[in-house]
């Protein structure tokens, strides 16, 4: 599995913003994408920070998705979103997943 921890900053009074961008990127999904799971937060201490962990099977799926024109359309509105509630651009952080457990 591979994964990708996304951190950005929420302009201020844009907080509620972030429910609406989650609703945008789960519609935008497709079926087969590789997405395993993907969790959003915001940190206890700064409201403000956001941090997404997105894990896939795969880095090369992950690949594959960002390129895939079945999500572009979903994503425009998801984008027009992000330029509006977000405070500068995300930074990523590509990750190697050694372990991934839940009950």
Do not use: C, Y
Request: proline share 3%; net charge negative.
């Amino acid at each position: 599995m591979w994964a990708q921890m996304i951190t950005t900053r929420l302009q201020a009074g844009k907080e509620d913003g972030l429910a609406t961008l989650v609703s945008q990127l789960r519609a935008a999904e497709q079926a087969g994408s590789g997405l395993v799971h993907s969790t959003a937060t915001v940190d206890a201490a700064d409201p403000g920070r956001v941090i997404m962990f997105v894990v896939f099977e795969s880095e090369e799926k992950a690949r594959e998705r960002e390129n895939d024109p079945r999500r572009q359309d979903g994503l425009q509105a998801a984008r027009a979103t992000m330029a509006d509630i977000f405070d500068g651009a995300p930074e990523f952080v590509d990750l190697t997943v050694v372990d991934d457990w839940s009950l």
